[in-house]
Structures are given as structure tokens and as C-alpha cells.
């Protein structure tokens, strides 16, 4: 067995809804999450600073001991898996791999679709034109994909069944109204499901990728038998936000009791831990050594 746990990676508390998938479908596997909440969102990021980022946080999961890495951000997904993949495992015989949601998500999308799908998501996995791409790859489909900045915010205040996030889905859905399917290419709007099923026309599909990512997971485990050792269900949750918040927040992306959120933060260049919890009030001065004379 090359791994105890499967490690769980999302920009913020999103990626507990692919989680939940994640474990109703492995419920023998144990989890480690880490929602780099301290630094959310990355949608509106630059491609170097998500490069950054996501490589700190799938080197904190391999020192937590996992193996293998579900990166659960579509925007991670969509800018930067390849490069983790080369640059982490880039043998075929590697004890590392690192797998994301946008090729299961696109998958699940031509599947279901009828020949027009509409893609929402944050600007930057909009900017990539990864779920063209890959959806390209599939089938003939028309692909119509939309920036909806605002919705995550949104979700993160709790507002989801509010008038404020149906009349925020009604204008990004403007003009979608010849989709049959419309693909929920961020890990916080699984949340907004119920009220993207009031907002849209009858006939188009809402699609949540989490349980096909599920699903895809499954299936890669059962073609690399004893990769990742079976477990009992645990699970660890990591952010490098305030853990309390994130506990707070995050048990509604999950559906669950979250256990005691451990805090990490970066310190020289890696992400560890730190038992105490910094939070800087007024004006913040780092410390620097003098200047040269």
C-alpha cells in the first residue's frame, strides 16, 4: 500500500461539496481536506499566483500523507492540474498522482446533454477555456461559458435561498435559455442547486459534477488496486484561514459535523502547522532587517 489517505485540495470551503460525494461513495477511505480559505478566492487570481498556491498546498497533503490528491477546485483544475502532474508525478510508475474534476465534470456534461451545454464558473476557469476544451474532445457539442463572479461570494454569506442570489442566477442565465444543460463549474454552487432549478427553464438539466467525480474516483481505485490502503472513514480537515470560521461555513458545504480544523499557514515558503492562530488587528509591520548603510 503506497498511501493511507486520499488528500482532498480546494481554494476555500467549495470543495467540502465534492467531498461529500466523495465520501458517500467511499465510505472505506479515509480523507485529509485542506481549503486554502486564508487566501480564497482564487477566481479572479493570476495563473502564477494559483501555480503558487496550489503547489504549497498538494505538498502540505503529500507530508500529510497522501498519496493520491483530488485537486476539488475546477479553477485549480482548469489552470494549473497539468502542471502539478508533471511537475509531482510525471513517471508512469510515480507513488504520487494528483487528479481533478474537470475532465469527470466535462464527461458527465456531454453525457447528459442533448447538444448545448452552458458552462458557469469563476473568471478565471471561464478565461482557460479548459471545459471547451475538453468537452471538444467528447463530442460536437456547443459549449456556451459564462463568468458568474458574484455567486460565490454569495454562498460564502450564507445567502443561498435569498432574493439577492435568485436575482444574481437570473442575469448570468440571461440568454441561456437554449442550453438543455447547464454545467455548476465551481465547488460553491452545488449550494445554489435548488435555486438554479427555480431560476432556469423546465427543460435544462442542472448538472452538481460532485458525484461523477465520485464516480470517476471509484473507478480509478479499482484500476490501481492498492494504491491508497482502505480505511475507516476518517477524515482531517487543514485551512490556512481562521479554523473556527471555516468549521462554521463548512459543515453547510458538507452536510456534516466537521472534526477540529487544524490550521496551517505559510511559513519560509511552505505551508506547516501552527497551533496559534494569528490574527493582525490595525497596522501590520513585518519584521526586516535594517538596511545597509
Known sequence: MLGRVIGVYDSGFGGLTVLRALRARLPEHDFVYLGDSGRAPYGGRDADTILDFSEQCVER????????????????SCVALRHLQQRYAP?????RRILGVTIPAAEEAVSKSAGHIAVLGTARTIASRTFDAEIAKLGPHRVTSRAAPLLA????EGWEDSEVARLAIAKYVEGLETADTLLLACTHYPLLERTFCEVVPAHVRVLDPGPAVAIALEGWLARHPGYVARGRGALRVLCTGEPETFRQHGERMLGAPLPAVQHVALIDGRLAHRERVEIPTGQVVRPSTPPPR
Not at 91 to 95: L, Q, T
Not at 153 to 156: G, H, K, L, S, T
Request: charged share 25%; proline share 8%.
Open 61 to 76: 497533503l503529500f507530508e500529510e500523507g497522501c498519496a493520491l490528491v483530488v485537486v476539488a477546485c475546477h479553477t485549480v
Open 91 to 95: 513517471e508512469k510508475d510515480s507513488p
Open 153 to 156: 461570494p454569495i454562498v460564502e
